[in-house]
């Protein structure tokens, strides 16, 4: 999965439309950034890279540390 397809996958779990989604954006700025949302999210890396969640990814704030986290582990093609 390349970065942009899994920004598609994030747009789409944050109901916000295409293209919009910034790596500024954070859960405080995203009143679609829920518990449910980090679910998805965390469901999607699992599913798409074979990721278990880490302190890495737990701890995210803001979509750039999200992005951030994943290209830590080289998951991006």
């Known amino acids: 999965m390349t ?3 899994f920004q598609n996958m994030l747009e ?3 109901d916000v439309p ?3 989604l910034l790596d500024s954006a954070s859960r ?14 965390l469901t999607a ?5 074979g990721l278990e969640p880490d302190v890495d990814l737990l701890g ?3 979509i750039g ?12 093609s």
Not at 65 to 76: G, S
């Open 3 to 5: 970065r942009s397809s």
């Open 12 to 14: 789409e779990i944050l």
């Open 18 to 20: 295409r293209g919009s």
């Open 28 to 41: 405080d700025a995203l009143p679609s950034w829920t518990s449910l949302a980090d679910v998805q999210i």
């Open 45 to 49: 890396i699992q599913e798409e890279f």
């Open 60 to 62: 995210v704030e803001t």
């Open 65 to 76: 540390d999200l992005f951030r986290a994943l290209e830590r582990h080289a998951v991006f």
